[in-house]
């Protein structure tokens, strides 16, 4: 048997344009035979139709038609984050540019951890690590030892735990959490996993953390603090009062650090940036594209105010970064991620950066952020339905008028069970809510008004026992 083509080298091109038509192909074939933003029948359903096209995982003869079922499959029976009903999550669709230099990426196979596996992808991180450290701080007229950086990660997860981890290492070894009862749950499970003190829980009472609560909070409490505020949450889309925590923070002496993930991108936006007041006084900072950035996941980020807050996660190995080789001049890698082994998830931000610009990204989240304002307008004038609150960024919370918290939840449910919809749920003021996260700039008001009728229909099936016209 011959040796099976490889992504990169002198035959690659040949190798792969084939492959590529095949698997557009099937992504198309797939997306056709799904018919909507997810796949119809619920769990079971999805779950036999894969077993079926996969057969024996690990087969004595291999299959060569394997790429195009198994690509048929993977789309059938995925959720669409482009298609305008697939709103659930913070899940952008992301853009053709973007994945076509993650393929590159995928090709190439550069490992961030040595730069003899990455020479130009360890230089490109360093310049796109920095420029966006400066989106969020500035160029100011710091010294050099305190120009902003910032890291790549997997996403907010990680980059939450490495602020946590940052913070600890600062304060010698402990720390205490503070953060509102709207943080992200990957803050309190990273002081979990670092060994940290139980976190105190701020109070949240209108979804943002108060800052007179944080206040009486930061005077009873001993140090070291880390106060974890948020831009961006995960249930609706509220930014915490920034330039108020971080007066606190600073009366106080407490570190802070703001979970920027989802509100992140509005930095982009010359109408919305000023929303994001008060990000600069943090000392750290999550970002997260692969929400308002429309990156193929996983594009993370920390950026850090003061670079020597990352001299703690230097590392020495010397099959990486032997001290001689550094002496010599090439970079050691090894002290800007937790992971050895990484992928150049750098390129696709790269180049959507630079070919889009600052304009093209802010027009992307000022389109998003209308649409969350045009389907809250739909809402709030129809009299099924009741609204949360006006939307913040691109997140919208409603739910039919007079329908307890069990209808709600059937009629999400039933709508991922017949395919046509794709909503999210939380919680909030003691009552369930359906929750449209709107990432989509293609997204439309035709689109806006099918989802709602589609809502409306279901939650009068299932109550009514009809169907309206």
Not at 101 to 129: F, G, H, I, K, R
């Amino acid at each position: 048997m011959s040796t099976p083509p490889l992504a990169s080298g002198p035959e690659a091109p040949h190798a792969l344009r084939p492959l590529l038509d095949t698997v557009l192909e099937a992504l198309d074939s797939g997306a056709r035979a799904r018919g909507g933003p997810l796949p119809a029948g619920g769990p079971e359903t999805v779950a036999a139709r894969v077993r079926e096209a996969v057969g024996e995982v690990l087969p004595d003869q291999g299959d060569q038609h394997a790429l195009r079922s198994l690509v048929h499959a993977f789309a059938e029976g995925a959720a669409d984050p482009a298609h305008p009903l697939c709103a659930a999550h913070l899940h952008c669709p992301p853009l053709a540019i973007a994945t076509a230099a993650d393929l590159a990426a995928s090709a190439l196979n550069p490992s961030l951890d040595s730069w003899d596996q990455a020479p130009a992808a360890s230089e490109l991180e360093m310049l796109v690590a920095g420029a966006l450290a400066r989106e969020i701080y500035g160029d100011g007229q710091r010294a050099a030892t305190e120009t902003p950086d910032s890291l790549i990660t997997t996403g907010g997860t990680e980059s939450n735990q490495l602020a946590l981890l940052l913070a600890r290492e600062v304060y010698g070894g402990s720390v205490r959490l503070v953060c509102g009862a709207n943080a992200h749950h990957s803050l309190a499970r990273a002081a979990w996993l670092l060994g940290l003190p139980e976190p105190a829980v701020v109070p949240a009472p209108a979804g943002t953390l108060d800052p007179t609560a944080l206040d009486e909070t930061l005077t009873r409490l001993p140090g070291p603090l880390l106060v974890a505020a948020t831009a961006g949450t995960t249930d609706a889309g509220l930014i915490d009062p920034l330039p108020e925590i971080a007066a606190r923070c600073a009366a106080h002496g407490a570190r802070l650090h703001i979970d920027a993930a989802y509100g992140g991108g509005l930095l982009f936006s010359t109408r919305h940036r000023a929303e994001l007041t008060g990000l600069d006084a943090a000392d750290t900072v999550t970002l997260d594209l692969h929400k308002l950035g429309w990156q193929p996941i996983a594009a993370g980020l920390l950026a850090v105010k003061d670079p020597r807050d990352l001299t703690t996660l230097r590392q020495r190995a010397d099959y990486l970064n032997a001290a001689d080789d550094t002496e010599a001049g090439l970079p050691d890698l090894l002290g800007r991620s937790l992971r050895t082994t990484r992928r150049p998830d750098v390129l696709k931000l790269a180049v959507t950066l630079k070919t889009l610009g600052r304009s093209g990204l802010g027009t992307l989240v000022d389109q998003v952020c209308a649409r969350a304002r045009e389907f809250a307008a739909l809402v709030h004038d129809h009299p099924g339905f009741a609204l949360h609150a006006p939307p913040v960024i691109s997140t919208v919370l409603f739910r039919p008028a007079g329908a307890t918290d069990d209808t709600v939840a059937a009629v999400r449910r039933a709508l991922l069970t017949d395919g046509r919809a794709v909503l999210g749920r939380t919680r909030l003021d003691g009552r369930l809510w359906l929750k449209a996260t709107l990432l989509n700039p293609a997204t439309g008001p035709d689109d806006l008004a099918a989802l709602l009728h589609l809502v409306a229909a279901r939650r009068a099936t299932l109550v009514e026992g009809h169907t309206p016209r």
